[in-house]
Protein backbone atom coordinates (compact mmCIF):
# COMPACT_ATOMS: atom_id res chain seq x y z
CA UNK A 1 0.00 0.00 0.00
CA UNK A 2 1.17 3.20 -0.86
CA UNK A 3 0.33 6.55 1.27
CA UNK A 4 -0.40 9.80 -0.92
CA UNK A 5 0.41 12.39 1.68
CA UNK A 6 3.68 13.80 2.63
CA UNK A 7 4.67 15.69 6.45
CA UNK A 8 4.36 19.42 4.59
CA UNK A 9 1.21 18.73 2.29
CA UNK A 10 -1.30 15.76 0.78
CA UNK A 11 -0.71 14.31 -2.23
CA UNK A 12 -4.03 14.21 -4.31
CA UNK A 13 -4.99 11.20 -6.13
CA UNK A 14 -6.64 11.17 -9.58
CA UNK A 15 -7.99 8.45 -11.30
CA UNK A 16 -8.18 8.51 -14.90
CA UNK A 17 -5.48 10.23 -17.10
CA UNK A 18 -7.72 11.57 -19.98
CA UNK A 19 -7.96 15.36 -20.77
CA UNK A 20 -9.52 15.96 -17.42
CA UNK A 21 -7.50 14.19 -15.41
CA UNK A 22 -4.31 15.49 -16.60
CA UNK A 23 -5.88 19.26 -16.15
CA UNK A 24 -6.16 18.60 -12.79
CA UNK A 25 -3.22 17.04 -11.75
CA UNK A 26 -1.54 19.92 -13.72
CA UNK A 27 -2.90 23.14 -11.81
CA UNK A 28 -2.47 20.56 -8.25
CA UNK A 29 1.24 20.42 -9.12
CA UNK A 30 1.39 24.19 -9.92
CA UNK A 31 -0.12 25.24 -6.37
CA UNK A 32 2.97 22.84 -4.96
CA UNK A 33 0.76 19.22 -4.07
CA UNK A 34 2.11 16.42 -5.61
CA UNK A 35 -0.72 14.18 -7.24
CA UNK A 36 -0.71 10.77 -7.78
CA UNK A 37 -2.16 9.75 -11.59
CA UNK A 38 -3.49 6.60 -12.66
CA UNK A 39 -4.55 5.77 -16.15
CA UNK A 40 -5.90 2.19 -16.47
CA UNK A 41 -4.70 2.04 -20.04
CA UNK A 42 -1.12 0.40 -20.11
CA UNK A 43 0.18 2.35 -22.90
CA UNK A 44 -1.20 5.31 -23.71
CA UNK A 45 -2.12 8.74 -21.36
CA UNK A 46 -5.20 11.09 -22.68
CA UNK A 47 -8.29 8.97 -22.83
CA UNK A 48 -10.51 9.85 -25.89
CA UNK A 49 -7.68 12.94 -26.68
CA UNK A 50 -4.54 10.50 -26.56
CA UNK A 51 -2.75 7.67 -28.86
CA UNK A 52 -3.50 4.51 -30.55
CA UNK A 53 -1.32 2.00 -32.36
CA UNK A 54 -0.42 3.46 -35.27
CA UNK A 55 0.62 2.40 -38.11
CA UNK A 56 3.52 1.28 -40.75
CA UNK A 57 3.43 1.94 -44.52
CA UNK A 58 6.20 1.63 -47.59
CA UNK A 59 5.37 4.22 -50.14
CA UNK A 60 6.40 3.43 -54.30
CA UNK A 61 10.12 5.01 -53.74
CA UNK A 62 10.94 2.35 -50.87
CA UNK A 63 10.43 5.35 -47.80
CA UNK A 64 9.12 3.57 -44.48
CA UNK A 65 6.67 5.72 -42.86
CA UNK A 66 4.94 5.32 -39.55
CA UNK A 67 1.92 6.78 -39.09
CA UNK A 68 0.74 7.69 -35.07
CA UNK A 69 -3.22 6.49 -34.58
CA UNK A 70 -5.73 8.54 -32.01
CA UNK A 71 -9.12 7.75 -31.17
CA UNK A 72 -10.43 10.05 -33.68
CA UNK A 73 -9.41 13.54 -35.03
CA UNK A 74 -10.46 16.66 -32.81
CA UNK A 75 -11.26 20.32 -33.14
CA UNK A 76 -10.05 23.06 -31.03
CA UNK A 77 -13.07 25.24 -31.21
CA UNK A 78 -13.16 29.22 -31.32
CA UNK A 79 -14.34 29.55 -27.43
CA UNK A 80 -12.15 26.76 -25.68
CA UNK A 81 -10.56 29.65 -23.74
CA UNK A 82 -9.60 27.53 -20.97
CA UNK A 83 -7.84 24.68 -22.80
CA UNK A 84 -5.90 27.28 -24.84
CA UNK A 85 -5.40 29.36 -22.06
CA UNK A 86 -3.86 26.64 -19.75
CA UNK A 87 -1.47 25.36 -22.78
CA UNK A 88 -0.41 29.00 -23.19
CA UNK A 89 0.47 29.61 -19.94
CA UNK A 90 2.75 26.59 -19.52
CA UNK A 91 4.15 27.33 -23.20
CA UNK A 92 2.49 23.75 -24.70
CA UNK A 93 0.09 25.60 -27.21
CA UNK A 94 0.71 24.24 -30.37
CA UNK A 95 0.88 26.16 -33.78
CA UNK A 96 -2.59 25.63 -34.51
CA UNK A 97 -4.30 24.93 -38.37
CA UNK A 98 -7.79 27.14 -38.72
CA UNK A 99 -10.32 24.88 -40.38
CA UNK A 100 -11.13 26.47 -43.78
CA UNK A 101 -13.76 24.77 -45.74
CA UNK A 102 -16.30 21.73 -44.10
CA UNK A 103 -19.46 20.72 -46.79
CA UNK A 104 -22.68 18.93 -45.91
CA UNK A 105 -22.97 16.12 -48.25
CA UNK A 106 -26.01 14.14 -48.89
CA UNK A 107 -26.05 11.30 -51.10
CA UNK A 108 -29.76 9.78 -52.28
CA UNK A 109 -30.73 7.10 -54.26
CA UNK A 110 -26.95 7.08 -56.26
CA UNK A 111 -26.98 10.81 -56.11
CA UNK A 112 -24.63 12.99 -54.84
CA UNK A 113 -25.64 16.59 -53.61
CA UNK A 114 -22.97 18.78 -51.70
CA UNK A 115 -23.06 22.51 -50.37
CA UNK A 116 -19.70 24.08 -48.36
CA UNK A 117 -21.73 25.48 -45.11
CA UNK A 118 -18.80 25.90 -42.79
CA UNK A 119 -17.31 29.13 -44.23
CA UNK A 120 -20.83 30.47 -45.33
CA UNK A 121 -22.12 30.46 -42.05
CA UNK A 122 -19.13 32.04 -40.20
CA UNK A 123 -18.49 34.43 -42.70
CA UNK A 124 -22.25 35.71 -43.01
CA UNK A 125 -23.44 39.25 -42.61
CA UNK A 126 -26.50 37.79 -41.19
CA UNK A 127 -26.39 38.12 -37.16
CA UNK A 128 -26.87 35.24 -34.86
CA UNK A 129 -29.04 33.70 -34.69
CA UNK A 130 -30.34 33.84 -38.30
CA UNK A 131 -26.65 33.34 -39.59
CA UNK A 132 -28.04 30.11 -41.17
CA UNK A 133 -30.12 32.17 -43.50
CA UNK A 134 -27.00 32.97 -45.13
CA UNK A 135 -27.16 29.51 -46.50
CA UNK A 136 -30.96 29.91 -48.69
CA UNK A 137 -28.93 32.15 -50.67
CA UNK A 138 -26.35 28.95 -51.96
CA UNK A 139 -27.78 27.35 -55.31
CA UNK A 140 -26.16 24.32 -53.77
CA UNK A 141 -28.40 24.20 -50.59
CA UNK A 142 -31.56 25.50 -52.32
CA UNK A 143 -30.79 22.02 -54.47
CA UNK A 144 -31.12 20.03 -51.44
CA UNK A 145 -34.36 21.04 -50.64
CA UNK A 146 -37.88 20.15 -51.79
CA UNK A 147 -41.74 22.20 -51.78
CA UNK A 148 -41.74 20.24 -48.34
CA UNK A 149 -38.51 21.65 -46.98
CA UNK A 150 -40.16 25.15 -48.10
CA UNK A 151 -43.15 24.98 -46.38
CA UNK A 152 -41.80 24.03 -42.89
CA UNK A 153 -39.39 26.76 -42.53
CA UNK A 154 -42.38 28.70 -39.95
CA UNK A 155 -41.71 25.66 -37.90
CA UNK A 156 -37.58 24.61 -38.54
CA UNK A 157 -37.37 28.42 -37.21
CA UNK A 158 -39.75 28.02 -34.37
CA UNK A 159 -38.22 25.26 -33.43
CA UNK A 160 -34.58 26.56 -33.35
CA UNK A 161 -35.79 29.68 -31.65
CA UNK A 162 -36.25 26.94 -28.92
CA UNK A 163 -32.39 26.40 -29.10
CA UNK A 164 -31.42 29.79 -28.10
CA UNK A 165 -34.38 30.44 -25.71
CA UNK A 166 -33.58 27.55 -23.25
CA UNK A 167 -30.72 26.99 -21.14
CA UNK A 168 -30.09 23.61 -20.32
CA UNK A 169 -27.53 23.47 -17.99
CA UNK A 170 -29.93 25.67 -15.96
CA UNK A 171 -33.54 24.53 -17.10
CA UNK A 172 -31.87 20.43 -17.94
CA UNK A 173 -34.97 18.97 -15.75
CA UNK A 174 -37.70 20.41 -18.20
CA UNK A 175 -36.20 18.09 -21.11
CA UNK A 176 -35.36 15.36 -19.45
CA UNK A 177 -36.59 12.45 -21.69
CA UNK A 178 -37.40 14.15 -24.76
CA UNK A 179 -34.39 13.37 -27.77
CA UNK A 180 -33.75 15.60 -30.90
CA UNK A 181 -35.85 13.01 -32.65
CA UNK A 182 -38.81 14.88 -30.99
CA UNK A 183 -37.26 18.18 -31.24
CA UNK A 184 -37.02 17.87 -35.34
CA UNK A 185 -40.63 15.75 -35.75
CA UNK A 186 -43.05 16.68 -38.31
CA UNK A 187 -39.80 18.48 -40.42
CA UNK A 188 -39.49 18.05 -44.29
CA UNK A 189 -36.79 15.32 -44.81
CA UNK A 190 -34.13 17.27 -45.92
CA UNK A 191 -34.12 20.24 -43.19
CA UNK A 192 -34.30 16.56 -40.88
CA UNK A 193 -31.12 15.28 -42.83
CA UNK A 194 -29.63 18.31 -42.31
CA UNK A 195 -30.17 18.64 -38.71
CA UNK A 196 -29.10 14.85 -38.13
CA UNK A 197 -26.04 15.59 -39.76
CA UNK A 198 -25.37 18.08 -37.33
CA UNK A 199 -26.00 15.99 -34.53
CA UNK A 200 -24.08 12.89 -35.58
CA UNK A 201 -20.99 15.43 -36.20
CA UNK A 202 -21.51 16.78 -33.14
CA UNK A 203 -22.25 14.17 -30.69
CA UNK A 204 -21.72 11.59 -32.27
CA UNK A 205 -25.20 9.32 -32.38
CA UNK A 206 -28.56 9.81 -34.56
CA UNK A 207 -31.60 11.38 -33.51
CA UNK A 208 -32.87 9.05 -31.63
CA UNK A 209 -30.74 8.65 -29.48
CA UNK A 210 -29.46 12.01 -28.63
CA UNK A 211 -31.16 13.66 -25.30
CA UNK A 212 -32.69 17.17 -26.35
CA UNK A 213 -30.70 18.76 -23.33
CA UNK A 214 -26.93 17.88 -25.00
CA UNK A 215 -28.19 18.51 -28.34
CA UNK A 216 -29.55 22.04 -27.60
CA UNK A 217 -26.48 22.79 -25.23
CA UNK A 218 -24.52 21.89 -28.17
CA UNK A 219 -26.26 24.26 -30.51
CA UNK A 220 -25.87 26.89 -28.24
CA UNK A 221 -22.17 27.08 -27.09
CA UNK A 222 -20.75 25.93 -31.21
CA UNK A 223 -23.24 28.01 -33.17
CA UNK A 224 -26.59 29.20 -33.01
CA UNK A 225 -25.57 32.27 -30.49
CA UNK A 226 -22.32 33.49 -32.01
CA UNK A 227 -21.06 32.82 -35.78
CA UNK A 228 -17.44 32.94 -35.02
CA UNK A 229 -18.00 30.33 -31.83
CA UNK A 230 -18.32 27.61 -35.33
CA UNK A 231 -14.81 28.29 -36.16
CA UNK A 232 -12.26 25.92 -35.04
CA UNK A 233 -8.55 24.77 -35.53
CA UNK A 234 -6.66 21.81 -36.13
CA UNK A 235 -3.79 20.37 -33.91
CA UNK A 236 -0.60 20.15 -36.19
CA UNK A 237 0.70 16.67 -35.50
CA UNK A 238 -1.73 13.58 -33.59
CA UNK A 239 -3.11 14.60 -30.95
CA UNK A 240 -0.55 12.54 -28.15
CA UNK A 241 2.62 14.41 -29.85
CA UNK A 242 0.55 17.82 -30.05
CA UNK A 243 -1.40 17.96 -26.68
CA UNK A 244 -0.69 14.96 -24.36
CA UNK A 245 2.75 13.87 -24.09
CA UNK A 246 3.86 17.90 -23.55
CA UNK A 247 0.89 18.31 -20.77
CA UNK A 248 2.65 14.44 -19.40
CA UNK A 249 5.68 16.26 -19.13
CA UNK A 250 5.10 19.67 -17.53
CA UNK A 251 2.99 17.82 -14.99
CA UNK A 252 6.02 15.64 -14.23
CA UNK A 253 8.73 18.75 -14.11
CA UNK A 254 5.85 20.00 -11.46
CA UNK A 255 6.55 16.93 -9.05
CA UNK A 256 3.39 14.85 -10.36
CA UNK A 257 3.60 11.02 -10.25
CA UNK A 258 1.86 9.83 -13.25
CA UNK A 259 1.23 5.67 -13.59
CA UNK A 260 -0.17 3.70 -16.31
CA UNK A 261 -1.85 0.31 -16.91
CA UNK A 262 -3.26 0.28 -12.78
CA UNK A 263 -6.99 0.40 -12.96
CA UNK A 264 -9.01 1.65 -10.21
CA UNK A 265 -11.12 -0.79 -8.97
CA UNK A 266 -13.39 -0.01 -5.20
CA UNK A 267 -13.15 3.08 -2.51
CA UNK A 268 -12.76 2.92 0.98
CA UNK A 269 -14.21 5.65 3.30
CA UNK A 270 -11.25 5.67 6.04
CA UNK A 271 -11.80 6.68 9.40
CA UNK A 272 -10.73 10.06 10.33
CA UNK A 273 -10.22 11.50 6.66
CA UNK A 274 -9.47 10.14 2.83
CA UNK A 275 -10.03 7.54 0.78
CA UNK A 276 -8.30 4.05 0.36
CA UNK A 277 -8.26 3.19 -3.28
CA UNK A 278 -7.64 -0.18 -4.33
CA UNK A 279 -6.40 -0.83 -7.85
CA UNK A 280 -5.35 -3.72 -10.30
CA UNK A 281 -2.78 -3.98 -13.22
CA UNK A 282 -3.83 -3.79 -16.74
CA UNK A 283 -0.49 -4.35 -18.47
CA UNK A 284 -1.00 -7.91 -18.47
CA UNK A 285 1.06 -8.77 -14.72
CA UNK A 286 -1.06 -10.16 -11.40
CA UNK A 287 -0.21 -7.05 -9.58
CA UNK A 288 -2.46 -5.14 -7.58
CA UNK A 289 -2.43 -2.86 -4.23
CA UNK A 290 -3.87 0.21 -2.75
CA UNK A 291 -3.15 4.12 -2.25
CA UNK A 292 -4.62 6.14 0.14
CA UNK A 293 -5.11 10.15 -0.35
CA UNK A 294 -6.84 12.60 1.58
CA UNK A 295 -8.59 13.95 -1.62
CA UNK A 296 -9.55 11.65 -4.45
CA UNK A 297 -10.23 13.43 -7.99
CA UNK A 298 -12.27 10.73 -10.20
CA UNK A 299 -12.00 11.61 -13.82
CA UNK A 300 -12.75 8.77 -15.64
CA UNK A 301 -15.42 8.60 -18.17
CA UNK A 302 -18.80 8.10 -17.19
CA UNK A 303 -19.18 4.67 -17.25
CA UNK A 304 -15.60 3.82 -15.95
CA UNK A 305 -16.77 6.44 -12.47
CA UNK A 306 -19.90 4.09 -12.24
CA UNK A 307 -18.13 1.11 -11.71
CA UNK A 308 -15.84 2.32 -9.72
CA UNK A 309 -18.73 4.33 -7.51
CA UNK A 310 -21.17 1.31 -7.93
CA UNK A 311 -18.77 -1.17 -6.49
CA UNK A 312 -17.33 0.62 -3.74
CA UNK A 313 -19.98 -0.04 -0.31
CA UNK A 314 -19.23 3.67 1.06
CA UNK A 315 -20.64 5.23 -2.12
CA UNK A 316 -23.21 2.61 -3.92
CA UNK A 317 -26.04 2.87 -2.41
CA UNK A 318 -26.28 6.83 -3.73
CA UNK A 319 -24.44 5.57 -7.14
CA UNK A 320 -26.90 3.50 -8.18
CA UNK A 321 -29.81 5.95 -8.18
CA UNK A 322 -27.53 8.71 -9.86
CA UNK A 323 -28.12 9.54 -13.63
CA UNK A 324 -25.08 8.17 -15.78
CA UNK A 325 -24.67 9.45 -19.57
CA UNK A 326 -24.23 6.67 -22.11
CA UNK A 327 -20.78 5.91 -23.75
CA UNK A 328 -20.74 5.73 -27.38
CA UNK A 329 -18.92 3.02 -29.67
CA UNK A 330 -16.98 4.52 -32.68
CA UNK A 331 -15.12 3.29 -35.53
CA UNK A 332 -12.13 5.05 -37.22
CA UNK A 333 -11.51 4.22 -40.46
CA UNK A 334 -8.67 5.23 -42.59
CA UNK A 335 -7.66 5.28 -46.41
CA UNK A 336 -4.70 5.93 -48.49
CA UNK A 337 -4.82 6.87 -52.26
CA UNK A 338 -2.50 7.26 -54.64
CA UNK A 339 -4.52 10.14 -55.93
CA UNK A 340 -6.27 12.83 -54.48
CA UNK A 341 -9.64 14.89 -55.74
CA UNK A 342 -9.22 18.38 -56.80
CA UNK A 343 -10.07 21.03 -54.83
CA UNK A 344 -11.71 19.42 -52.14
CA UNK A 345 -12.53 20.99 -49.32
CA UNK A 346 -10.53 19.21 -45.39
CA UNK A 347 -13.65 18.06 -44.19
CA UNK A 348 -16.90 16.99 -44.30
CA UNK A 349 -20.59 16.06 -42.81
CA UNK A 350 -22.36 13.15 -44.57
CA UNK A 351 -26.02 12.00 -44.59
CA UNK A 352 -28.25 9.70 -46.59
CA UNK A 353 -27.50 6.13 -48.13
CA UNK A 354 -23.97 6.59 -46.05
CA UNK A 355 -22.28 4.91 -43.78
CA UNK A 356 -20.18 7.91 -43.44
CA UNK A 357 -21.05 10.43 -40.90
CA UNK A 358 -17.91 12.80 -41.75
CA UNK A 359 -14.17 12.56 -42.81
CA UNK A 360 -11.78 14.97 -42.83
CA UNK A 361 -8.56 15.14 -45.14
CA UNK A 362 -5.31 14.66 -42.56
CA UNK A 363 -2.93 15.88 -45.88
CA UNK A 364 -4.78 18.95 -45.31
CA UNK A 365 -3.93 19.83 -41.88
CA UNK A 366 -1.08 17.73 -39.96
CA UNK A 367 2.55 17.86 -40.82
CA UNK A 368 3.32 14.04 -40.90
CA UNK A 369 0.40 13.45 -43.80
CA UNK A 370 1.39 16.72 -45.65
CA UNK A 371 5.10 15.39 -45.62
CA UNK A 372 3.90 12.05 -47.02
CA UNK A 373 0.94 13.72 -49.73
CA UNK A 374 4.18 15.90 -51.03
CA UNK A 375 6.34 12.73 -51.44
CA UNK A 376 3.78 10.55 -53.06
CA UNK A 377 1.21 12.54 -54.82
CA UNK A 378 -1.43 10.59 -52.93
CA UNK A 379 -3.89 11.81 -49.83
CA UNK A 380 -5.26 10.22 -46.60
CA UNK A 381 -8.55 10.34 -45.25
CA UNK A 382 -10.11 9.98 -41.81
CA UNK A 383 -13.64 8.69 -41.75
CA UNK A 384 -15.93 8.51 -38.71
CA UNK A 385 -18.67 6.21 -38.19
CA UNK A 386 -20.86 6.64 -34.88
CA UNK A 387 -23.46 3.98 -35.11
CA UNK A 388 -26.50 2.77 -35.25
CA UNK A 389 -25.49 -0.31 -33.31
CA UNK A 390 -26.02 -2.57 -36.07
CA UNK A 391 -24.18 -0.85 -38.61
CA UNK A 392 -20.76 -1.18 -35.92
CA UNK A 393 -21.50 -4.73 -35.18
CA UNK A 394 -20.96 -5.28 -38.95
CA UNK A 395 -17.30 -6.92 -39.71
CA UNK A 396 -14.55 -5.12 -40.43
CA UNK A 397 -14.45 -6.31 -44.01
CA UNK A 398 -17.80 -4.90 -44.16
CA UNK A 399 -17.03 -1.80 -42.60
CA UNK A 400 -14.16 -0.85 -44.41
CA UNK A 401 -16.03 -2.23 -47.83
CA UNK A 402 -18.60 -0.03 -47.23
CA UNK A 403 -16.57 3.28 -46.32
CA UNK A 404 -14.38 2.57 -48.92
CA UNK A 405 -17.78 2.59 -51.70
CA UNK A 406 -18.76 5.73 -49.97
CA UNK A 407 -15.36 7.45 -50.56
CA UNK A 408 -15.30 6.16 -54.07
CA UNK A 409 -19.09 7.54 -54.57
CA UNK A 410 -18.66 11.01 -53.05
CA UNK A 411 -15.03 11.54 -54.58
CA UNK A 412 -15.14 9.12 -58.21
CA UNK A 413 -11.82 10.48 -59.06
CA UNK A 414 -10.56 7.79 -56.50
CA UNK A 415 -11.86 4.93 -57.82
CA UNK A 416 -9.08 2.36 -58.10
CA UNK A 417 -6.48 4.03 -56.22
CA UNK A 418 -6.74 2.61 -52.41
CA UNK A 419 -3.32 1.93 -51.20
CA UNK A 420 -3.97 0.82 -47.60
CA UNK A 421 -6.54 1.20 -45.38
CA UNK A 422 -6.78 0.94 -41.26
CA UNK A 423 -10.04 -0.09 -39.29
CA UNK A 424 -10.11 1.45 -35.23
CA UNK A 425 -12.83 0.31 -33.11
CA UNK A 426 -13.41 2.59 -30.15
CA UNK A 427 -14.31 0.95 -26.70
CA UNK A 428 -18.04 2.62 -25.90
CA UNK A 429 -17.00 5.47 -23.22
CA UNK A 430 -17.72 8.74 -26.23
CA UNK A 431 -19.46 10.68 -23.96
CA UNK A 432 -23.50 11.08 -25.09
CA UNK A 433 -23.74 14.40 -22.93
CA UNK A 434 -27.17 15.06 -21.26
CA UNK A 435 -27.86 16.78 -18.19
CA UNK A 436 -30.09 15.65 -15.39
CA UNK A 437 -31.70 17.03 -12.09
CA UNK A 438 -29.29 18.38 -9.66
CA UNK A 439 -30.21 15.71 -7.35
CA UNK A 440 -29.63 12.33 -9.82
CA UNK A 441 -26.40 13.82 -12.22
CA UNK A 442 -22.63 13.79 -10.27
CA UNK A 443 -21.00 17.30 -10.48
CA UNK A 444 -17.66 19.03 -9.35
CA UNK A 445 -18.75 18.09 -5.38
CA UNK A 446 -19.97 14.87 -4.91
CA UNK A 447 -22.37 13.94 -2.24
CA UNK A 448 -19.16 12.37 -0.35
CA UNK A 449 -16.41 14.64 1.36
CA UNK A 450 -13.10 14.75 -0.24
CA UNK A 451 -14.49 12.77 -3.42
CA UNK A 452 -14.88 15.10 -6.49
CA UNK A 453 -15.19 14.39 -9.92
CA UNK A 454 -14.36 16.07 -13.63
CA UNK A 455 -15.05 14.84 -17.56
CA UNK A 456 -16.70 16.43 -20.20
CA UNK A 457 -20.01 14.18 -18.74
CA UNK A 458 -19.76 16.21 -15.21
CA UNK A 459 -22.66 18.38 -14.13
CA UNK A 460 -21.34 22.11 -14.54
CA UNK A 461 -22.79 25.55 -15.15
CA UNK A 462 -19.98 26.18 -18.16
CA UNK A 463 -22.16 25.63 -21.65
CA UNK A 464 -19.09 23.76 -23.36
CA UNK A 465 -18.55 20.16 -24.24
CA UNK A 466 -15.98 17.63 -25.17
CA UNK A 467 -12.55 19.43 -24.35
CA UNK A 468 -13.43 22.69 -22.65
CA UNK A 469 -15.79 20.87 -20.80
CA UNK A 470 -12.82 18.38 -20.07
CA UNK A 471 -10.46 21.32 -19.06
CA UNK A 472 -13.04 23.48 -17.13
CA UNK A 473 -14.32 20.45 -14.91
CA UNK A 474 -10.46 19.98 -14.34
CA UNK A 475 -9.70 23.30 -13.05
CA UNK A 476 -12.70 23.28 -10.79
CA UNK A 477 -12.08 19.65 -9.25
CA UNK A 478 -8.34 20.45 -8.81
CA UNK A 479 -9.93 24.25 -7.31
CA UNK A 480 -12.24 22.02 -5.13
CA UNK A 481 -9.14 20.56 -3.62
CA UNK A 482 -6.71 23.58 -3.28
CA UNK A 483 -9.84 25.42 -1.33
CA UNK A 484 -9.55 22.53 1.52
CA UNK A 485 -6.65 22.88 1.66
CA UNK A 486 -6.59 27.28 1.84
CA UNK A 487 -4.43 27.55 -1.10
CA UNK A 488 -4.89 29.93 -4.13
CA UNK A 489 -7.07 28.60 -6.93
CA UNK A 490 -7.32 29.11 -10.41
CA UNK A 491 -10.13 31.59 -11.83
CA UNK A 492 -11.83 30.63 -15.32
CA UNK A 493 -11.69 31.82 -18.33
CA UNK A 494 -15.26 33.37 -19.60
CA UNK A 495 -16.72 32.07 -22.73
CA UNK A 496 -17.76 35.41 -25.34
CA UNK A 497 -21.74 36.01 -24.69
CA UNK A 498 -24.25 35.37 -27.69
CA UNK A 499 -23.99 38.05 -30.19
CA UNK A 500 -26.33 41.06 -29.66
CA UNK A 501 -29.31 39.78 -31.62
CA UNK A 502 -29.20 36.68 -30.25
CA UNK A 503 -29.20 38.01 -26.93
CA UNK A 504 -32.35 40.48 -27.40
CA UNK A 505 -33.76 37.62 -28.96
CA UNK A 506 -32.76 35.19 -25.87
CA UNK A 507 -34.81 37.75 -23.64
CA UNK A 508 -37.66 38.49 -25.55
CA UNK A 509 -38.60 34.77 -26.01
CA UNK A 510 -37.85 33.97 -22.13
CA UNK A 511 -40.39 37.29 -21.21
CA UNK A 512 -43.38 35.85 -23.39
CA UNK A 513 -42.22 32.34 -21.40
CA UNK A 514 -42.92 33.81 -17.95
CA UNK A 515 -45.99 36.27 -19.23
CA UNK A 516 -47.75 33.15 -20.78
CA UNK A 517 -46.83 31.42 -17.32
CA UNK A 518 -47.73 34.01 -15.46
Not at 262 to 269: D, G, K, P, S, V
Not at 270 to 278: T, V, Y
Not at 398 to 421: F, N, S
Request: hydrophobic residues 45%; glycine residues 10%; contains cysteine.
Amino acid sequence: MMTCNSSSAPSPLVIGGGLAGLTAALHLAERGLHPVLLEADPNFWGGRVGGRPGTHLTDQRGKDWFFPAEHGIHGLWQQYHNLKGMLRRHNLLPTLVKANRQEWIHGEKGQVRRVEMGRVVRRTVWPAPFHYGALFFRPSFLAMLGLRDYLAIPQVLSSLLVAVSLDPMTEGKMLEGRTLADFCKGWSPAMRNFLATLARSGLSAHPENVPLSGFIAFLRFYTVLRRDSQAFEYLPADSDAALVAPLVRRIQELGGQLILGRAATRLERLAEKGWRIDWQATDGSPAEGSFEADYVILAADAPGTARILQNSPATQEIAANLSWPQGLATAIIRLWFSGQPPKQAEAGLVSGDFILDNFFWLHKFQGLFQEWQAATGGSVVESHIYGPAEVLAQSDEVLLERALTDMEQIYPQLRGKLLHHTLQRNAATHTLFTLGSLSQHLGIRTPWPGLFCCGDWVRHQSGALFLERATVTGIEAANAVLSAENLPTFALAAHQSPEPLARLTQLILRGAATSLKG
